[in-house]
């Protein structure tokens, strides 16, 4: 705050009570920077270990169990047509009681409804079976890398 209470000549004038805003607006332009840099660094979010991606290629062992669902919902056991679900549970039953228990790669189409994908995961986890995995192509640029 600036006053001046007299003049260099010794008259007395009135005295000057203007505050002076610079220094009060350089503060204020230097804090709002400096909000403005921190509020994205502080903004809250929940820990998590997010899964990295990786692409690894399936390694087909004879043990493996290759189950695909065409783009209607029809189930195929390798080459072979399972007429039902709960024969698929049946027959994955089976093969959970092997010692190591096999993988089951789910084979599914890119216009198969997820709903025939989630009844054979379904049928999976009900046979027991622990090891599941889903069979993707790479992305088109992940083969020239």
């Given amino acids: 705050m600036a006053?001046?209470?007299?003049?260099a000549e010794g008259d007395e004038d009135e005295m000057n009570a203007t505050i002076n805003t610079t220094?009060?607006?350089?503060?204020?332009?230097?804090?709002?920077?400096?909000?403005?840099?921190?509020?994205p660094v502080v903004s809250a979010s929940i820990p998590l270990e997010l899964p990295k991606?990786?692409?690894?290629?399936?390694?087909?062992k004879p043990e493996n169990i290759v189950i695909a669902v065409n783009r209607d919902g029809e189930i195929f056991w390798g080459m072979e047509r399972v007429p039902d679900i709960e024969?698929?549970?049946a027959?994955?039953?089976v093969e959970a009681v092997k010692?190591?228990?096999?993988?089951?790669?789910?084979?599914?189409?890119?216009?198969?409804?997820?709903?025939?994908?989630?009844?054979?995961?379904?049928?999976?986890?009900?046979?027991?079976?622990?090891?599941?995995?889903?069979?993707?192509?790479?992305?088109?640029?992940?083969?020239?890398?």
Avoid: C
Wanted: charged letters at 20%.
């Fill in 53 to 60: 991606e990786r692409n690894v290629p399936t390694q087909t």
């Fill in 99 to 145: 010692e190591p228990q096999p993988e089951v790669h789910i084979r599914g189409d890119a216009e198969v409804r997820y709903e025939s994908v989630g009844k054979v995961v379904v049928a999976v986890q009900r046979a027991g079976i622990y090891k599941v995995g889903f069979i993707t192509e790479p992305p088109a640029g992940a083969a020239a890398r």
């Fill in 87 to 89: 024969t698929l549970v």
């Fill in 91 to 93: 027959r994955l039953k």
């Fill in 3 to 7: 006053m001046n209470l007299a003049n």
């Fill in 23 to 39: 220094p009060l607006v350089d503060v204020m332009l230097v804090m709002l920077i400096i909000f403005l840099i921190t509020i």
